[in-house]
């Protein structure tokens, strides 16, 4: 493993040829290796972000890096199980859980832009409670890891494993992207990783806890089709 002293300051130019190379490099490896590349490239300046969906990434991520910093959104509308599988991640695996919040708490939020903003406008709640604080709490790394694969949704079909994410100037990183849901359903087997309650209720991905945002999936429907439903809304913004 690299030390924090070989790890080099590297310029937004830098970062992005860095990752242009290894996406083509890093196509065909393994979540495992994209991962180990990560922690040997970037050392502590390398973080993942969570949903507290499933501990997939993060538990991949702390086989590479122990302590690495796995950075959880506390939009204040999160369901006690998505809360409860933070705390459960933090308490098991060698990994340092950091909760970011928004600027405003929600009472706040409502105060200036009126109750239930998420039904109004979701992307602007989005903006407020996930884009902003996540481009916050990213400002004192070079690279991040996200659970983002390629089977999800149409719009996620083409999720490179290594990008550039310009937006923020920095290293994107997707070491499952290529996986399959199989390809999680066995790794959750094999290493009895932790996973939300609500994946056993009916839920296929779990966001904010208002039905406008995350409801159960209808038999037929994909992943992502329970987030955001008929309003034509795919992803929260961090992505895009």
């Known amino acids: 493993m ?29 979540a495992q290796e994209i991962m180990r590349w990560a922690a040997e490239t970037f ?3 390398f973080a993942v ?3 507290m969906e499933d501990a997939v990434v ?18 204040g509308y999160h369901f006690p199980e998505t809360l409860g599988t933070r705390d459960a991640v933090a308490e098991v695996y060698p990994v340092n859980v950091i909760t970011l919040t928004p600027r405003q708490t929600v009472a706040e939020q409502d105060a200036e832009f009126g109750p239930r903003l998420h039904d109004r406008d979701p ?16 400002a004192g790394y070079d690279a991040w890891a996200t659970g983002l694969r390629r089977d999800e949704s ?11 994410d310009a937006k923020r100037r920095k290293v994107k990183i997707a070491p ?14 094999e290493h009895g990783i932790l996973l939300n309650l609500l994946l ?12 406008s945002c995350t409801r159960r999936i209808l038999a037929g429907e994909d992943g992502r089709s329970g987030r955001w439903a008929g309003i034509g809304k795919t992803e929260c913004g961090i992505h895009l």
């Open 200 to 211: 056993s209720d009916g839920y296929a991905s779990v966001g904010c806890s208002p039905e």
């Open 154 to 164: 149409p719009t996620r079909a083409n999720t490179p494993v290594v990008a550039y």
């Open 123 to 138: 992307d602007l709640c989005c903006a407020l409670r996930k884009v902003e604080p996540l481009n916050r709490g990213l």
């Open 43 to 45: 050392g502590r300046r």
């Open 49 to 51: 972000t969570s949903s």
């Open 58 to 75: 993060a538990h991949l991520a702390s086989t590479a890096l122990p302590g690495v910093d796995v950075i959880f959104l506390d939009t």
């Open 2 to 30: 690299a030390t924090e002293t070989d790890i080099p300051t590297r310029t937004p130019e830098q970062l992005q040829a860095l990752a242009e190379q290894a996406n083509q490099e890093l196509e065909n490896a393994s």
């Open 176 to 189: 499952i992207a290529r996986w399959t849901q199989e390809d999680v359903d066995a790794y959750v087997a």
